[in-house]
Each structure stands twice: as structure tokens, then as C-alpha cells.
């Protein structure tokens, strides 16, 4: 790609669950896809686990939602818990004809494995990789100047879709910093490989007997893989 800028109709840069889901989106509507990450695969750890009934709909659209479902765990019901006794619950779908469960739990890798093989399949020219390190918008499009193991080039885009996160140098540089809130808190975030007979329901602990004065956030994912969430306190060290 490198010489005289090439230009492309859409550059999406990310590929995450949303960077990858626009590439293939923009695919079904027969447009020229070029998309960017600077990772060299897809993510490590569970991260998103919970996919609900709306997104399972997109996935289906996009052609991947059998597939999740078929890998995922699925569930309806959730249970709160006060120490040792249950305080509440609820069924995401109580009454019976639903295509697709009300949630399904999957690491998020998994998730995006399954978006590489569709967006592949539809022929989303994708480049790991290549970290994209600036972006100048023109008059119509963009240019874009991107790193690579083989060197940099520059490249313009009609389109440009910024999927790379929260923390993007590419939406900083253009002034579109996510406004967030910081809420003063910290979780101890575990995959667990174990088997159990628990329900796949999703458990959630106020001041459990194991967890003093904290919560505890329990879902259940594929390949006997449970997902513990624990609440530690803004002072805990990290």
C-alpha cells in the first residue's frame, strides 16, 4: 500500500465487537471495507460477557448469531441475594415463543472470532497490525497515515469509522474525546476454569458472608469458564 495514497470508500479502524460489526454491516450493503487494528489478534480475557435479546438480533442479521448462541450460555433468569437470602428475582423471558434467549454469556473473544470468520467471508480487506497514527479530514474524506511491521503509508477515505475504543489517540486528535464519569470503585475482574453444578443464571451478592461489605457479581460462560466479579472499595491497591 505503499507509493501514491490509494483511496478506499470506507475505513473502519478497530477491530473490536463494533469496528468489526460496521465492516461487516457496510459489506451487506456492497461497500469497499479497509479495516485497521493495531493488535496482531483479537482480544484476551472475557470482557463483555452478556449479550442481550437486541444484540442477538443485530448478530443474527449480520450472520453470526447462530453461532453465538450455539457457543454461548444461555439464561433468563437473575437472583440478587442480601447475605444469604434472596431478595429478588427476575426472568428476562417469561412466557414462551421467543426466537432467542432474553441473554446469552460468551467471552468476548469467542465473539469476535466468529466476526473475523463473517467479515472474511464477505471480503473485508482486514490488517492487523497496522496502527492508524493520525487523521486529517479534507474536503470530502479523509487521509489517514498508518503504521505497519513493513512501514508507514498513507492512504484516503471517503468514510472513516473510529471503533478503537474509548482511549483513541485518532479521536483525540480530532477533538472527539467520550465524555465519561469516573465512578469511585474497583473490581477484581476473574475467569475461573471449574466445574459446578450451578444454574446458569446470574448471581449477584450485597454483602455476602464470603465478601464482607462488598458485592459479588457471578455469571456462568462457555468452556466451563465462570466469570467473578468482585467489588473491592475506591482504597483497595490495585
Not at 465487537?17 to 472475557?46: K, T, Y
Not at 497514527?133 to 474524506?141: C, F, L
Not at 470503585?185 to 476473574?190: G, V
Not at 448471581?203 to 467473578?228: E, T
Amino acid at each position: 500500500m505503499a507509493g501514491a495514497p490509494q483511496r478506499r470508500s470506507l475505513v473502519v479502524i478497530g477491530a473490536g465487537p463494533v469496528g468489526l460489526a460496521a465492516a461487516i454491516d457496510a459489506r451487506l450493503h456492497g461497500l469497499e471495507v479497509l479495516l485497521f487494528d493495531e493488535e496482531d489478534s483479537v482480544s484476551f480475557g472475557s470482557r463483555a460477557v452478556c449479550y442481550a435479546k437486541r444484540a442477538l438480533e443485530i448478530l443474527d442479521r449480520l450472520g453470526v448469531g447462530e453461532r453465538i448462541v450455539d457457543k454461548g450460555v444461555s439464561w433468563n433468569v437473575g437472583r440478587t441475594f442480601l447475605r444469604d437470602e434472596e431478595v429478588y428475582q427476575f426472568n428476562l423471558v417469561p412466557e414462551p415463543g421467543h426466537k432467542r434467549p432474553g441473554m446469552i454469556n460468551l467471552q468476548q473473544y469467542h465473539l469476535e472470532e466468529a466476526l473475523v470468520q463473517r467479515a472474511t467471508e464477505l471480503g473485508v480487506d482486514l490488517r492487523w497490525n497496522y496502527r492508524v497514527t493520525s487523521v486529517q479530514p479534507a474536503a470530502e474524506g479523509a487521509r489517514l497515515s498508518v503504521d505497519t511491521p513493513d512501514g508507514p503509508f498513507d492512504i484516503d477515505a471517503d468514510w472513516v469509522i473510529v471503533a478503537d475504543g474509548a482511549r483513541s489517540n485518532v479521536r483525540r486528535q480530532l477533538g472527539l474525546d467520550i465524555d465519561g464519569h469516573v465512578f469511585k470503585d474497583r473490581f477484581l475482574i476473574a475467569d475461573v476454569v471449574m466445574k459446578a453444578d450451578y444454574p446458569a443464571e446470574r448471581w449477584f451478592w450485597f454483602d455476602p458472608p464470603f465478601h464482607p461489605n462488598q458485592s459479588v457479581l457471578l455469571h456462568k460462560q462457555s468452556d466451563n469458564v465462570w466469570r467473578i466479579d468482585f467489588q473491592l472499595g475506591w482504597d483497595a491497591d490495585p
